[in-house]
């Protein structure tokens, strides 16, 4: 089965920083869009950033303003830059890649925030 491969999770004090990213199988390709969720115990995976393939955004109200996606589509990457990190940012992180009609998971990465 094909996966995503999500790297750049860890420990981070609140109010620092982390970078995540995923990168897709080569085979995978026309991405039209890549989606970071995260999922903390107890709770429903939401949808924190997502990237379309002309570049356009989106993001939970919860991150805008401190969240950067990015992506690059010749590499089939996608980044999430996260800043002024917060304990209630913790999780753990997963990369969807949308190939239409298929949908591709990474993994995930866990992003821990200490207080």
């Known amino acids: 089965q094909v996966q995503l491969v999500e790297s750049g999770g860890g420990l981070v004090q609140a109010g620092g920083s982390l970078r995540l990213s995923c990168a897709a199988p080569?085979?995978?390709?026309?991405?039209?869009?890549f989606t970071w969720y995260r999922q903390a115990p107890w709770k429903q995976r939401e949808l924190v950033a997502l990237?379309?393939?002309?570049?356009?955004?989106n993001y939970a109200d919860s991150v805008n303003g401190r969240f950067t996606i990015s992506g690059d589509n010749a590499k089939n990457t996608v980044s999430l830059e996260m800043n002024s990190l917060k304990v209630e940012d913790a999780g753990v992180y997963y990369c969807?890649?949308?190939?239409?009609?298929?949908?591709?998971w990474g993994q995930g990465t866990q992003v821990t925030v200490s207080s």
């Open positions: 969807k890649a949308v190939q239409w009609p298929a949908a591709y």
């Open positions: 080569g085979r995978i390709f026309n991405i039209t869009t």
């Open positions: 990237i379309r393939r002309d570049g356009t955004t």
